[in-house]
Protein backbone atom coordinates (compact mmCIF):
# COMPACT_ATOMS: atom_id res chain seq x y z
CA UNK A 1 0.00 0.00 0.00
CA UNK A 2 1.53 3.33 -0.85
CA UNK A 3 2.32 5.80 2.00
CA UNK A 4 0.63 8.65 -0.16
CA UNK A 5 -1.91 10.94 0.32
CA UNK A 6 -3.50 12.13 -3.36
CA UNK A 7 -5.34 15.26 -3.41
CA UNK A 8 -8.39 15.52 -6.21
CA UNK A 9 -9.24 19.28 -7.35
CA UNK A 10 -12.90 18.06 -8.16
CA UNK A 11 -13.12 21.80 -10.42
CA UNK A 12 -10.31 20.93 -12.61
CA UNK A 13 -9.93 16.94 -12.08
CA UNK A 14 -6.18 17.64 -11.05
CA UNK A 15 -4.80 15.60 -8.63
CA UNK A 16 -1.07 15.45 -6.70
CA UNK A 17 0.29 12.74 -4.86
CA UNK A 18 1.87 13.70 -1.56
CA UNK A 19 4.01 11.26 0.43
CA UNK A 20 3.33 10.95 3.76
CA UNK A 21 6.88 11.32 5.39
CA UNK A 22 7.62 11.34 9.76
CA UNK A 23 3.88 11.14 10.03
CA UNK A 24 2.65 14.44 7.95
CA UNK A 25 1.93 15.54 4.47
CA UNK A 26 4.07 18.35 3.16
CA UNK A 27 1.89 21.77 2.77
CA UNK A 28 3.68 22.80 0.19
CA UNK A 29 2.09 20.06 -2.48
CA UNK A 30 -1.04 21.41 -1.42
CA UNK A 31 -0.81 24.48 -2.48
CA UNK A 32 0.69 24.45 -5.91
CA UNK A 33 -2.16 22.38 -6.52
CA UNK A 34 -5.00 24.59 -4.87
CA UNK A 35 -2.78 28.49 -4.94
CA UNK A 36 -5.09 30.47 -3.11
CA UNK A 37 -7.43 27.84 -0.96
CA UNK A 38 -6.08 27.49 2.13
CA UNK A 39 -5.70 25.14 4.80
CA UNK A 40 -8.34 26.48 7.69
CA UNK A 41 -7.16 24.88 11.26
CA UNK A 42 -7.56 27.99 13.49
CA UNK A 43 -6.19 25.88 16.49
CA UNK A 44 -3.46 23.91 14.69
CA UNK A 45 -5.51 20.89 15.57
CA UNK A 46 -4.40 19.11 12.57
CA UNK A 47 -1.24 20.99 11.67
CA UNK A 48 2.62 20.03 12.10
CA UNK A 49 3.75 23.54 12.89
CA UNK A 50 7.21 22.23 12.94
CA UNK A 51 9.35 18.98 12.53
CA UNK A 52 11.51 18.52 16.11
CA UNK A 53 13.62 15.70 17.43
CA UNK A 54 12.97 16.96 20.53
CA UNK A 55 9.62 15.42 22.08
CA UNK A 56 7.74 12.54 21.27
CA UNK A 57 4.59 12.57 22.54
CA UNK A 58 1.90 9.84 21.65
CA UNK A 59 -1.20 10.71 23.53
CA UNK A 60 -3.30 7.95 22.18
CA UNK A 61 -1.43 5.39 24.19
CA UNK A 62 -0.16 8.68 27.03
CA UNK A 63 3.57 8.14 26.46
CA UNK A 64 6.02 11.03 26.55
CA UNK A 65 9.78 10.96 25.85
CA UNK A 66 12.70 13.49 25.76
CA UNK A 67 15.21 13.39 22.76
CA UNK A 68 13.49 9.25 23.33
CA UNK A 69 14.26 8.92 27.05
CA UNK A 70 10.46 7.72 28.45
CA UNK A 71 9.67 10.71 30.94
CA UNK A 72 9.22 7.63 33.72
CA UNK A 73 13.40 6.96 33.60
CA UNK A 74 14.16 10.35 33.46
CA UNK A 75 11.69 11.23 36.49
CA UNK A 76 13.36 8.37 38.22
CA UNK A 77 16.62 8.90 38.00
CA UNK A 78 17.87 11.77 36.49
CA UNK A 79 17.43 15.66 37.52
CA UNK A 80 16.39 18.54 35.79
CA UNK A 81 19.71 20.78 35.00
CA UNK A 82 20.88 17.15 33.51
CA UNK A 83 17.28 17.19 31.56
CA UNK A 84 17.30 20.81 30.55
CA UNK A 85 21.25 19.60 29.11
CA UNK A 86 19.67 17.06 27.18
CA UNK A 87 16.69 19.01 25.85
CA UNK A 88 18.99 21.87 25.10
CA UNK A 89 22.08 19.42 23.32
CA UNK A 90 20.36 16.02 22.77
CA UNK A 91 22.04 14.02 24.40
CA UNK A 92 22.46 13.26 28.34
CA UNK A 93 25.79 15.30 29.26
CA UNK A 94 29.31 13.11 30.56
CA UNK A 95 30.60 13.83 33.65
CA UNK A 96 32.93 16.51 32.41
CA UNK A 97 29.85 18.14 30.34
CA UNK A 98 27.32 18.50 33.12
CA UNK A 99 30.03 19.85 35.54
CA UNK A 100 30.90 22.63 33.24
CA UNK A 101 26.85 23.01 32.31
CA UNK A 102 26.24 22.98 36.56
CA UNK A 103 28.82 25.27 37.04
CA UNK A 104 27.61 27.76 34.27
CA UNK A 105 23.91 27.96 35.53
CA UNK A 106 24.91 28.42 38.68
CA UNK A 107 27.04 31.55 38.40
CA UNK A 108 24.25 33.09 36.55
CA UNK A 109 21.93 32.71 39.00
CA UNK A 110 22.30 36.76 39.77
CA UNK A 111 20.01 38.94 38.06
CA UNK A 112 21.51 42.51 37.83
CA UNK A 113 20.60 44.95 40.92
CA UNK A 114 18.57 47.35 38.21
CA UNK A 115 16.41 44.54 37.29
CA UNK A 116 15.28 44.18 41.04
CA UNK A 117 15.61 47.21 42.01
CA UNK A 118 13.88 49.63 39.18
CA UNK A 119 11.93 46.94 37.81
CA UNK A 120 10.81 43.89 40.23
CA UNK A 121 9.96 46.64 43.14
CA UNK A 122 8.38 48.95 40.62
CA UNK A 123 5.56 46.57 40.90
CA UNK A 124 2.35 47.01 42.92
CA UNK A 125 2.34 45.15 45.97
CA UNK A 126 -0.85 42.74 44.61
CA UNK A 127 0.60 42.39 41.18
CA UNK A 128 0.34 38.74 40.29
CA UNK A 129 3.80 36.96 40.31
CA UNK A 130 3.18 35.68 36.37
CA UNK A 131 2.82 39.16 35.53
CA UNK A 132 5.96 40.45 37.00
CA UNK A 133 7.76 37.00 35.51
CA UNK A 134 6.39 38.17 31.95
CA UNK A 135 7.48 42.11 32.28
CA UNK A 136 10.83 41.18 33.69
CA UNK A 137 11.72 38.82 31.76
CA UNK A 138 10.96 41.09 28.59
CA UNK A 139 12.91 43.48 30.48
CA UNK A 140 15.91 41.08 31.03
CA UNK A 141 16.75 41.98 26.75
CA UNK A 142 17.52 45.53 27.41
CA UNK A 143 20.05 44.56 29.99
CA UNK A 144 21.54 41.47 27.44
CA UNK A 145 21.93 43.39 24.22
CA UNK A 146 24.62 40.74 23.01
CA UNK A 147 21.17 38.84 22.83
CA UNK A 148 20.47 40.08 19.33
CA UNK A 149 23.03 38.01 18.15
CA UNK A 150 20.98 35.11 18.09
CA UNK A 151 23.16 33.21 15.16
CA UNK A 152 26.90 33.36 17.06
CA UNK A 153 26.98 30.21 18.84
CA UNK A 154 28.69 31.68 21.99
CA UNK A 155 26.13 34.47 22.45
CA UNK A 156 22.79 31.90 21.96
CA UNK A 157 25.00 29.50 24.69
CA UNK A 158 24.78 32.22 26.85
CA UNK A 159 21.16 33.87 26.83
CA UNK A 160 20.83 29.88 27.29
CA UNK A 161 22.53 29.51 30.34
CA UNK A 162 21.45 33.04 31.91
CA UNK A 163 17.30 32.33 31.00
CA UNK A 164 17.68 28.78 32.96
CA UNK A 165 19.42 30.16 35.81
CA UNK A 166 17.83 33.41 36.67
CA UNK A 167 14.14 32.50 36.21
CA UNK A 168 14.17 30.76 40.10
CA UNK A 169 15.87 34.30 41.30
CA UNK A 170 12.90 35.93 39.00
CA UNK A 171 10.41 33.74 40.48
CA UNK A 172 11.09 33.87 43.73
CA UNK A 173 11.42 37.97 43.95
CA UNK A 174 8.03 37.94 42.79
CA UNK A 175 6.70 36.05 45.36
CA UNK A 176 8.51 38.21 48.16
CA UNK A 177 7.31 41.51 46.41
CA UNK A 178 3.77 40.42 46.50
CA UNK A 179 4.12 39.52 50.63
CA UNK A 180 6.18 42.63 51.04
CA UNK A 181 9.69 40.01 52.07
CA UNK A 182 13.26 41.51 51.55
CA UNK A 183 15.07 39.84 48.25
CA UNK A 184 17.00 36.65 49.01
CA UNK A 185 19.95 36.52 47.05
CA UNK A 186 20.76 32.72 45.34
CA UNK A 187 22.75 30.26 47.72
CA UNK A 188 25.25 29.62 45.45
CA UNK A 189 26.54 26.49 47.59
CA UNK A 190 22.93 24.70 47.07
CA UNK A 191 21.35 22.49 43.74
CA UNK A 192 18.98 24.29 41.97
CA UNK A 193 16.05 23.39 43.35
CA UNK A 194 17.29 23.99 47.10
CA UNK A 195 18.38 27.17 46.09
CA UNK A 196 15.26 28.34 44.75
CA UNK A 197 13.21 26.99 48.15
CA UNK A 198 16.32 28.84 49.85
CA UNK A 199 15.59 32.22 47.81
CA UNK A 200 11.33 31.71 48.50
CA UNK A 201 11.14 30.71 52.02
CA UNK A 202 14.15 32.10 54.09
CA UNK A 203 14.16 34.77 57.10
CA UNK A 204 16.04 35.54 59.18
CA UNK A 205 18.57 31.99 59.43
CA UNK A 206 22.10 32.32 57.88
CA UNK A 207 21.59 29.45 55.84
CA UNK A 208 18.35 28.00 54.75
CA UNK A 209 18.50 24.04 53.95
CA UNK A 210 15.00 22.75 52.88
CA UNK A 211 13.99 19.60 53.83
CA UNK A 212 15.79 17.02 50.94
CA UNK A 213 12.51 15.43 50.29
CA UNK A 214 10.43 18.64 49.23
CA UNK A 215 14.01 19.40 46.96
CA UNK A 216 13.63 16.25 45.20
CA UNK A 217 9.98 16.39 44.59
CA UNK A 218 10.27 19.89 43.14
CA UNK A 219 13.11 18.52 40.71
CA UNK A 220 10.81 15.76 39.76
CA UNK A 221 7.97 18.32 38.94
CA UNK A 222 10.93 20.22 37.00
CA UNK A 223 11.62 17.58 35.23
CA UNK A 224 8.04 16.57 33.95
CA UNK A 225 6.96 19.92 33.37
CA UNK A 226 10.25 20.63 31.30
CA UNK A 227 9.07 20.13 28.00
CA UNK A 228 5.46 19.32 26.34
CA UNK A 229 6.52 19.41 22.53
CA UNK A 230 4.38 22.24 20.60
CA UNK A 231 2.13 23.43 23.21
CA UNK A 232 0.71 27.06 23.68
CA UNK A 233 3.16 28.43 25.18
CA UNK A 234 6.11 26.99 22.87
CA UNK A 235 4.27 27.37 19.45
CA UNK A 236 4.35 31.47 20.92
CA UNK A 237 8.29 31.05 21.17
CA UNK A 238 8.60 29.42 17.95
CA UNK A 239 6.60 31.92 16.17
CA UNK A 240 8.09 34.98 17.98
CA UNK A 241 11.74 33.33 17.38
CA UNK A 242 11.22 33.13 14.41
CA UNK A 243 10.91 37.03 13.64
CA UNK A 244 14.78 36.73 15.15
CA UNK A 245 13.66 38.66 18.29
CA UNK A 246 15.76 37.45 20.86
CA UNK A 247 15.68 34.91 23.47
CA UNK A 248 14.03 36.76 26.46
CA UNK A 249 11.34 38.91 24.14
CA UNK A 250 10.36 35.88 22.79
CA UNK A 251 10.34 34.00 26.16
CA UNK A 252 8.32 36.56 27.83
CA UNK A 253 5.76 35.73 24.63
CA UNK A 254 6.02 32.33 25.51
CA UNK A 255 5.08 33.06 29.24
CA UNK A 256 2.51 35.10 28.86
CA UNK A 257 0.99 32.32 26.64
CA UNK A 258 1.59 29.82 29.58
CA UNK A 259 0.00 32.55 32.27
CA UNK A 260 -3.80 31.69 31.00
CA UNK A 261 -6.17 29.07 32.29
CA UNK A 262 -6.24 26.72 29.40
CA UNK A 263 -2.82 26.22 29.40
CA UNK A 264 -0.14 26.59 32.86
CA UNK A 265 -2.97 28.43 34.97
CA UNK A 266 -5.29 25.71 35.30
CA UNK A 267 -3.54 24.37 38.62
CA UNK A 268 -4.52 26.90 40.29
CA UNK A 269 -8.25 26.70 38.78
CA UNK A 270 -8.16 23.20 40.12
CA UNK A 271 -7.16 24.28 43.40
CA UNK A 272 -10.13 27.00 43.50
CA UNK A 273 -12.77 24.14 42.03
CA UNK A 274 -11.55 21.45 45.33
CA UNK A 275 -12.23 24.35 47.31
CA UNK A 276 -15.22 25.35 46.00
CA UNK A 277 -16.01 22.09 45.93
CA UNK A 278 -15.85 21.57 49.51
CA UNK A 279 -16.49 18.05 50.37
CA UNK A 280 -16.60 14.49 49.60
CA UNK A 281 -20.84 14.97 49.66
CA UNK A 282 -20.50 17.76 46.86
CA UNK A 283 -18.39 15.94 44.28
CA UNK A 284 -21.37 13.92 42.49
CA UNK A 285 -23.13 17.37 42.50
CA UNK A 286 -20.34 18.80 40.17
CA UNK A 287 -20.00 16.00 38.22
CA UNK A 288 -23.44 16.62 37.32
CA UNK A 289 -22.95 20.70 37.10
CA UNK A 290 -20.42 19.89 34.68
CA UNK A 291 -21.75 17.46 32.60
CA UNK A 292 -24.81 20.08 32.41
CA UNK A 293 -21.96 22.21 30.65
CA UNK A 294 -21.75 24.65 33.67
CA UNK A 295 -17.24 24.68 33.73
CA UNK A 296 -15.45 22.26 33.30
CA UNK A 297 -13.83 20.05 35.66
CA UNK A 298 -10.27 21.54 36.04
CA UNK A 299 -7.06 19.45 35.44
CA UNK A 300 -9.17 16.89 32.97
CA UNK A 301 -8.58 16.64 29.47
CA UNK A 302 -5.95 17.73 27.27
CA UNK A 303 -5.62 18.63 23.50
CA UNK A 304 -3.11 15.73 22.48
CA UNK A 305 -3.68 13.17 25.41
CA UNK A 306 -6.48 10.83 25.13
CA UNK A 307 -5.09 8.46 28.16
CA UNK A 308 -3.80 9.06 31.07
CA UNK A 309 -1.56 11.80 31.42
CA UNK A 310 2.00 9.83 31.92
CA UNK A 311 2.45 13.11 34.14
CA UNK A 312 -0.10 12.35 36.38
CA UNK A 313 0.50 8.85 37.21
CA UNK A 314 3.87 10.17 38.19
CA UNK A 315 2.95 13.48 40.07
CA UNK A 316 0.27 11.36 42.43
CA UNK A 317 3.33 9.20 43.87
CA UNK A 318 5.11 12.71 44.64
CA UNK A 319 2.00 13.69 46.34
CA UNK A 320 2.08 10.82 48.82
CA UNK A 321 5.81 11.83 49.32
CA UNK A 322 5.38 15.37 49.62
CA UNK A 323 2.71 14.69 52.29
CA UNK A 324 4.81 12.29 54.87
CA UNK A 325 6.39 15.85 54.90
CA UNK A 326 4.01 18.20 55.08
CA UNK A 327 1.17 16.49 56.13
CA UNK A 328 -1.96 15.75 53.88
CA UNK A 329 -3.53 18.39 51.88
CA UNK A 330 -6.92 18.47 53.40
CA UNK A 331 -8.45 18.71 49.54
CA UNK A 332 -6.43 15.40 48.28
CA UNK A 333 -9.65 13.19 49.12
CA UNK A 334 -11.64 15.70 47.11
CA UNK A 335 -9.49 14.97 44.11
CA UNK A 336 -9.56 11.06 44.43
CA UNK A 337 -12.85 11.56 44.90
CA UNK A 338 -13.29 13.45 41.59
CA UNK A 339 -11.01 11.29 39.89
CA UNK A 340 -12.95 7.49 40.67
CA UNK A 341 -16.31 9.43 39.95
CA UNK A 342 -15.08 10.76 36.65
CA UNK A 343 -13.23 8.01 35.43
CA UNK A 344 -16.46 5.65 35.86
CA UNK A 345 -19.01 8.21 34.01
CA UNK A 346 -19.84 7.90 30.39
CA UNK A 347 -19.46 11.63 29.97
CA UNK A 348 -15.40 11.41 30.63
CA UNK A 349 -14.95 8.04 29.32
CA UNK A 350 -16.68 8.70 25.49
CA UNK A 351 -14.43 12.11 25.32
CA UNK A 352 -11.27 10.40 26.71
CA UNK A 353 -11.06 12.81 30.01
CA UNK A 354 -7.98 11.94 31.89
CA UNK A 355 -6.51 13.65 34.49
CA UNK A 356 -3.56 15.99 33.01
CA UNK A 357 -0.37 17.15 34.60
CA UNK A 358 -2.05 19.96 36.64
CA UNK A 359 -4.66 17.97 38.52
CA UNK A 360 -2.12 16.90 41.28
CA UNK A 361 0.09 19.49 40.86
CA UNK A 362 -1.28 22.18 42.89
CA UNK A 363 -1.99 19.98 45.50
CA UNK A 364 1.86 19.34 46.10
CA UNK A 365 2.53 22.85 45.57
CA UNK A 366 0.00 23.57 47.98
CA UNK A 367 1.01 21.56 50.64
CA UNK A 368 4.32 22.88 49.83
CA UNK A 369 3.47 26.14 51.22
CA UNK A 370 3.24 27.70 47.78
CA UNK A 371 0.47 30.01 47.53
CA UNK A 372 -1.73 29.85 44.50
CA UNK A 373 -0.48 32.38 42.37
CA UNK A 374 2.67 30.89 42.07
CA UNK A 375 1.57 27.57 41.17
CA UNK A 376 1.98 28.81 37.11
CA UNK A 377 5.49 30.76 37.90
CA UNK A 378 6.65 27.38 39.14
CA UNK A 379 5.55 25.81 35.74
CA UNK A 380 7.32 28.25 34.05
CA UNK A 381 10.43 28.12 35.72
CA UNK A 382 11.41 24.43 34.19
CA UNK A 383 9.53 25.33 31.05
CA UNK A 384 12.29 27.99 30.12
CA UNK A 385 14.56 25.02 29.21
CA UNK A 386 11.76 23.12 26.73
CA UNK A 387 10.85 26.89 25.08
CA UNK A 388 15.00 27.42 24.60
CA UNK A 389 15.33 23.91 23.00
CA UNK A 390 12.34 24.36 20.26
CA UNK A 391 13.90 28.34 19.76
CA UNK A 392 17.23 26.98 19.31
CA UNK A 393 16.17 23.93 17.17
CA UNK A 394 14.13 26.40 15.44
CA UNK A 395 17.36 28.72 14.11
CA UNK A 396 19.18 25.97 13.49
CA UNK A 397 16.89 25.00 10.77
CA UNK A 398 16.55 28.83 9.76
CA UNK A 399 13.06 28.01 10.03
CA UNK A 400 10.89 31.23 8.07
CA UNK A 401 9.62 33.69 9.68
CA UNK A 402 5.20 32.11 11.03
CA UNK A 403 3.40 33.74 8.63
CA UNK A 404 -0.08 31.86 8.44
CA UNK A 405 -3.28 33.29 5.96
CA UNK A 406 -6.81 33.73 6.76
CA UNK A 407 -10.04 33.09 5.44
CA UNK A 408 -11.59 36.59 5.34
CA UNK A 409 -14.74 37.12 6.07
CA UNK A 410 -15.20 40.43 6.10
CA UNK A 411 -17.39 42.95 3.67
CA UNK A 412 -16.51 43.18 0.50
CA UNK A 413 -15.38 46.31 -1.49
CA UNK A 414 -17.18 49.65 -0.39
CA UNK A 415 -16.88 53.43 -0.70
CA UNK A 416 -15.70 55.45 1.88
CA UNK A 417 -18.93 57.45 3.55
CA UNK A 418 -17.67 61.05 4.70
CA UNK A 419 -19.06 61.59 8.45
CA UNK A 420 -22.30 63.35 7.30
CA UNK A 421 -23.93 61.26 5.23
CA UNK A 422 -23.25 57.92 7.91
N1 LIG B 1 -14.40 19.19 31.68
C1 LIG B 1 -15.55 18.89 31.05
N2 LIG B 1 -15.68 18.69 29.73
C2 LIG B 1 -14.57 18.83 29.02
C3 LIG B 1 -13.32 19.14 29.58
C4 LIG B 1 -13.26 19.32 30.97
N3 LIG B 1 -12.11 19.62 31.58
N4 LIG B 1 -12.36 19.21 28.61
C5 LIG B 1 -13.01 18.95 27.47
N5 LIG B 1 -14.33 18.72 27.70
C6 LIG B 1 -15.35 18.32 26.71
C7 LIG B 1 -15.78 19.53 25.89
O1 LIG B 1 -16.90 20.18 26.48
C8 LIG B 1 -16.12 18.87 24.58
O2 LIG B 1 -17.37 18.24 24.71
P1 LIG B 1 -18.43 18.27 23.47
O3 LIG B 1 -17.75 17.48 22.40
O4 LIG B 1 -19.66 17.65 24.02
O5 LIG B 1 -18.60 19.71 23.10
C9 LIG B 1 -15.07 17.77 24.44
O6 LIG B 1 -14.74 17.42 25.81
C10 LIG B 1 -13.82 18.18 23.69
O7 LIG B 1 -13.30 19.37 24.29
P2 LIG B 1 -12.51 20.51 23.53
O8 LIG B 1 -12.78 21.81 24.19
O9 LIG B 1 -12.74 20.39 22.06
O10 LIG B 1 -11.02 20.10 23.82
P3 LIG B 1 -9.75 20.97 23.53
O11 LIG B 1 -8.72 20.02 23.03
O12 LIG B 1 -10.04 22.17 22.71
O13 LIG B 1 -9.36 21.51 24.98
C11 LIG B 1 -8.37 21.69 27.13
C12 LIG B 1 -8.31 21.01 25.75
C13 LIG B 1 -7.15 21.24 27.94
C14 LIG B 1 -8.30 23.21 26.93
C15 LIG B 1 -9.68 21.28 27.82
O14 LIG B 1 -9.72 19.89 28.02
C16 LIG B 1 -9.90 22.01 29.14
O15 LIG B 1 -10.41 23.13 29.13
N6 LIG B 1 -9.49 21.39 30.31
C17 LIG B 1 -9.58 22.06 31.57
C18 LIG B 1 -8.38 23.00 31.74
C19 LIG B 1 -7.10 22.22 31.96
O16 LIG B 1 -7.05 21.30 32.75
N7 LIG B 1 -6.02 22.66 31.26
C20 LIG B 1 -4.69 22.09 31.44
C21 LIG B 1 -4.19 21.41 30.21
S1 LIG B 1 -2.73 20.42 30.54
C22 LIG B 1 -1.50 21.55 30.92
C23 LIG B 1 -1.06 22.40 29.80
O17 LIG B 1 -0.90 21.94 28.66
O18 LIG B 1 -0.83 23.58 30.05
Redesign the pocket.
Known amino acids: MPETVTITDNRTGESVEVPISNGGVDASQWSKLLPGIWFYDP?F?ATAAASSSITELDGENGILRYRGYPIEQLAEQSTYLEVAYLLIHGELPNAEQFAAWTHDITYHTFIHENVRKRFMEGFHHDAHPMGILVSTLAALSTFYPDAKDIFGAESRHKQIIRLIAKMPTIAAGAHRHSVGMPFVYPDNNLDFCSNFLSMMWKVAEPHFQPDPVLSHALDVLFILHAD?EQ??STTAMRVVGSSHADAYSASAAAAAA?YG????G?NE??IRMLTEIGTIDNVEPFIAS?KE?KG????????VYKNY?PRARIIKKVAYDVFEVTGKNQLLDIALKLEETALSDD??IS?K?YP????YSGLIYQAMGFPMEMFTVL?AIPRVAGWLAHWNEMLDQDARIARPRQLYTGEAVRDYVPMGGR
Open positions: SGHNCLPRHGAAVVGRLQGFGHRDYFRLNVDFF
